[in-house]
């Protein structure tokens, strides 16, 4: 299986913050990385996928690849409380595989 | 919207049962997987199935099997639960996106209790 770190634990962050989040993998030739948002209790949901080196942003969120350090971020500006939430990061590898983090808690505080 | 829908949402099954559980998603998907999260260990891949009658082993696929008789419908079976089979099951449906790379839409999960 290949390793997808999410390193950082929780994030508390106060309303209208950045909140910055990484992720590094190991396979060399992945070639798509996602962000998905999971709230206690649900299922995971698709926030941001990125493909290509340099940043992309989608509303408050950016996204950050850089495949040379292999690692992909995920900043959320203007944090509000319906932001707290559990964020995977996600790369493919193999056979579209996709392996995931762990995930890092973010805690928006009002 | 993709929906992808798991038949049970919680279950309490018995060491030594066969447990189903059953995922029906209705976006004419090719790809359909089976995750296993547990806490501290994320999400995990038991299988996946990129077409009808079509399976190939995840990450995790000990005890574990699964069936895909119409492109719709994906199961997984446990042939005789344990209890280290106590997790949420997540099924995923998806169609390739760039790159190839398959974007997943999960349906709301399935908490299994081995007692």
């Known amino acids: 299986q290949k390793e997808v770190e999410q390193n950082s634990g929780p994030l508390s962050v106060p309303e209208g913050a950045i909140a910055s989040l990484n992720c590094t993998y190991s396979?060399?030739?992945?070639?798509?990385f996602f962000w998905y948002r999971q709230y206690s209790g649900k299922s995971p949901e698709l926030i941001m996928s990125?493909?290509?080196?340099g940043d992309k942003e989608d509303g408050r969120f950016t996204a950050q690849l850089n495949k040379a350090s292999q690692y992909v971020s995920l900043l959320i500006r203007d944090s509000q409380p319906s932001d707290s939430a559990t964020y995977l990061c996600a790369v493919t590898y193999g056979n579209n595989r996709l392996a995931f983090g762990k995930g890092n808690q973010v805690v928006v505080i009002p | 919207d993709v929906k992808v829908t798991q038949s049970s949402r919680y279950l309490v099954k018995r060491t030594g049962e066969k447990v189903f559980l059953e995922c029906v998603q209705d976006m004419d998907h090719e790809n359909m997987f089976w995750y296993r999260q547990d806490p501290g260990l994320g999400l995990r891949l038991i299988y996946f199935s990129y077409d009808v009658k079509m399976k190939e082993k995840g990450d995790i696929p000990e005890g574990y099997s699964v069936s895909r008789e119409k492109k719709e419908r994906f199961s997984l079976i446990l042939e005789s639960a344990s209890t280290n089979q106590t997790s949420m099951y997540l099924c995923a449906s998806s169609s390739p996106g760039r790159n190839g790379a398959n974007v997943l839409t999960f349906g709301a999960g399935s908490r299994l209790t081995v007692l």
């Open positions: 396979d060399r030739v992945s070639q798509s």
């Open positions: 990125i493909y290509s080196n």
